[in-house]
Every structure is written in C-alpha cells, then in structure tokens.
C-alpha cells in the first residue's frame, strides 16, 4: 500500500478537459463565466505550484521560525478573508479576532501535533502546516458565520436588547440568546461534518492520504483526529471571539452601539 | 443633569448644549416638545443608553457614569414609545425583570398580584398564559408599564406611555403615574398628551431648540 502513482505533467494537461467542459458549459449557455474560469485555473495551477515549491523548501529547512512565520502568515490572510465576508463596520472586531485565532489555532496545531500523533519536534513543518492549514481554513469560515450571526441579530434586535437592559439586565443578560445563536451558527457545519463523514462523502484529507498510497486504517485514524480537531477549535475560537467582539458592541454604560440600519 | 451637551452621531449640530435640570426626589417632570426635538434622548442620558458629549447625569449626588449600569438600571427604569416583548406569555414578560441578577432580591410577585394588576391597568380579559407578543400595541404598552413598575424602580422614565392609547385608557395609565408619583416614587415623563398627570408635585417643561422652558 505504499507506492505512489506519480501524475506525469502531460497527463496533468489532459485535466484541463474538465476546464474545458466548464467553459463549453459557460459558453453554451450563456453563463458569462468564461474569464473566472480562466482566471481561477491560472491561479489554482501558479498558486499550487507556487505552494508546492514553497513547502518543498521548507520541509527540507526544518526551520521553527520559517514553520511560525508561515502559520503567522496564514492566520493573517484567514482574519483578512473573515473581513471580506463580515460586512460589519462600525465595532472593531478584527483585533480579538485575530488575537483569539492565533493563538487557538496555535495551541489546537501544537497539541494534535505533539500529544496525538506524538511529532517530535512538534513544529515538524510536514505535519504541523497542514494541521494548522485544516484548522484555520475550517474554524476561519466557522468564525466569519458566527461574527456576522452576532452582528446581524443585535441590529436586527436592538430595541429588544435595551428593553432588557431597562429593566436591569446587564449586556450579557440582555444578549445572551443572540450570543448563543451566533456560537451554534458556527459550529453547526463541523457537527453536521461529524455526521455525514464516512457516509455521505469522503474528506480531503483522508481522501489524498489513500490516492498517495497511505493503508485506509491508517488514514481514517488522522481523519477522526481532524474532525475532532476542527469541532474543538470552532467551539474554542467561536466563544472566545464572540464573548470579545460581543463586549464591542456595547459601551462604557453597557449601551448598545450598533445602530439600525 | 448639568451641562448635558448631545449630538448624534455623524452630525454636527448638536440637540442640545450645556443643559442644566433638576428633578426633585417624589417629584413629577413632564417634559413636552416638538418630535425629534430631544426629549428621548434626555430620558436616555439619564439610564446611560446614551451617553452625552460632555456633562453628567447625578443621581442622589451620584454621577451616574461611577455606577455599574444594571444596577443604574435596576433603579431607574425606561419605559420607551414602542413597547418591546419577548416571545412568551404574558407573565414571563411581566417577571423579566426578576430574571436579571440586578434585581436578584426583589421580591417576585405571584400570580394573584399580577391577575389584580392587570384589572388595575383595564386588562381583565388578558391571560397571565397567553403570548405578550400578539397582544395589540395599546395592550402591550400598558403590560410594559406594568412590567417596569413590577421591581420597584425609584425613577421612572416614560417615553410617551399613552401614544396608543384611547382616552379611557389614558385616564386610567396617568392616574396610575400619579398615584406611583405619589407613593413618593420620581417621574419625568414625555408626552403629547393634554391630559397629562397635575399634581402638586408636576413641573412640566418644553424643549425648544436645545433650552428647557418652564409652563
């Protein structure tokens, strides 16, 4: 169960009659999507290639501080892509957020890692980056749902909010079932994950492990540890970013600052 | 209130600047004006769910801003225009307030007290069960007055309490104000309404262009 069957770069073009299929589809029916799907292979082929290089360095480096730099990279570009999708502007979310994402996904990457698949040293760049890769791509869309969840409900419910804080009910008391709302929102995806894995569709990861040769038993052993993973450090990041971003929207007085819109 | 200044986000001019205000413990302010004129937004300031550009709101001697804001809030009470319930019965809305713990040692109230508040407030045909939120507007306000006197608070604010209400009903709410004014509790209440309450302890003042006149 160990040989790889390597794609040779000819049969690599022969994919690109999938591309070719797409953009016939476009063209037949009028979708007007030919230049994304032109602009989305060149960039899907130069920045795979580009990856590929870059992890071929930095495996055979074995650098910690390149291996930080390179996870420090990617929690910067996941809380830009969590900004892309949140459209809130007026609390300033993005410094939690990327305080509670760095360091959740650190101690998420370190302990999978380490403690479960036993690396030594536990920043082995060939296990550690595509750990915290899974865990940063994954609790990134969580957060990006659960943070414009918040946003939306308070606006939406903002008389219902100071009706309670009226009555004596502090900003926690006064938000508390947006609060969990917003948490449940985010984490919903990785639990329906858990439940669909194995029957309803094949993860990724699992997936390339066995086409690159890896016993199935072995494989689904790291699958269970990623979906475990991945509903951990949602749970994790979600509460600690909503518990954060939720005292935002509130000022000194505990007044809401969220105006209607 | 002293030297209250307010303007609102993204505006330059301001509602009002450098206002003074005093309201007298047991006292009844009724505050009248033209809409949009500020009369909110004073009740606001003085529960700091708004907070002004410059200026303090005392209490007892107190600055409000020193106080922790439930507790603020658990003394003084805002009651606004359009009344806010949450998805449940009638009684659950009633006994919110208790559910927050700044009014953890208030005592609740039971159910005979509520059905024989409901009577005092023209409300005999409602249900301590039946859900608050199909209630109509004018039912709800009232049920948002009942619930805000419920803890006790020693301060009241009421943003318009009878705009949707019929001429009975409005009797009825500002005799209540003044029969709670004269239990010794302090009321500044904006209104529309001729039929304000009068009582001996009433100041009613009009804002016009950012200054407090008395009439």
Request: net charge neutral; with cysteine; aromatic share 6%.
């Amino acid at each position: 169960m160990n040989e790889i069957v390597s794609i040779p770069l000819t049969h690599l073009l022969l994919a690109l009659l999938f591309i070719v299929i797409a953009q016939a589809t476009s063209m037949v029916w009028h979708l007007g999507l030919g230049r994304d799907i032109t602009v989305g292979t060149i960039r899907t082929v130069s920045q795979l290639f580009l990856m590929g290089y870059a992890l071929t360095f930095i495996f055979r480096a074995k650098s910690l501080p390149l291996t930080l730099g390179i996870f420090l990279v990617m929690v910067v570009s996941a809380v830009f892509i969590v900004k892309g999708r949140v459209k809130e502007r007026e609390v300033p979310y993005l410094a939690p957020t990327f305080i509670t994402m760095l360091v959740s996904y650190f101690v998420t990457a370190v302990f999978v890692s380490y403690a479960i698949v036993g690396i030594t040293p536990w920043w082995e760049p060939r296990y550690f980056i595509p750990t915290a890769g899974m865990v940063i791509g994954n609790s990134m869309s969580a957060l990006a749902i659960s943070i414009e969840r918040l946003f939306s409900q308070m606006r939406q419910q903002r008389e219902l909010i100071e009706m309670k804080l009226t009555l004596g009910a502090d900003y926690r008391e006064a938000s508390g079932d947006i609060f969990i709302s917003a948490v449940k929102a985010g984490m919903i995806p990785s639990i329906n994950a858990m439940m669909g894995v194995g029957l309803v569709f094949l993860p990724g990861m699992m997936s390339g492990q066995i086409l690159a040769g890896s016993d199935p038993m072995e494989a689904i052993r790291y699958q269970i540890v990623v979906m475990f993973m991945l509903v951990g450090s949602t749970a994790m990041s979600a509460i600690i970013v909503m518990i954060a971003v939720r005292r935002r929207c509130f000022g000194s007085g505990e007044e809401l600052l969220l105006t209607s819109r | 209130m002293q030297g209250l200044s307010f303007s609102y986000p993204g505006s330059a001019a301001p509602v009002f600047e450098h206002l003074d205000l005093s309201l007298p413990e047991g006292g009844c302010m009724i505050i009248r004006g033209a809409s949009g004129c500020g009369k909110s937004t004073l009740l606001r300031l003085a529960c700091r769910l708004s907070s002004p550009a410059s200026g303090r709101v005392l209490i007892q001697g107190s600055d409000i801003s020193a106080m922790p804001p439930s507790q603020l809030r658990s003394r003084v009470c805002l009651v606004s225009q359009i009344p806010q319930m949450v998805d449940g019965s009638v009684k659950s809305n009633l006994l919110l307030p208790f559910t927050f713990a700044a009014n953890a040692g208030k005592q609740r109230p039971l159910d005979a007290g509520l059905m024989e508040m409901l009577m005092d407030f023209h409300l005999p045909d409602i249900s301590l069960e039946q859900s608050a939120v199909k209630l109509s507007v004018g039912q709800k306000q009232r049920l948002a007055l009942m619930r805000a006197l419920l803890p006790g608070p020693e301060l009241l604010l009421l943003d318009e309490p009878t705009s949707s209400l019929d001429r009975e009903s409005t009797t009825m709410v500002f005799s209540i104000i003044e029969r709670f004014n004269a239990e010794g509790k302090t009321i500044m209440l904006v209104t529309h309404d001729e039929e304000a309450p009068s009582g001996p302890r009433t100041k009613t003042l009009t804002l016009v262009n950012g200054k407090l006149i008395e009439t």
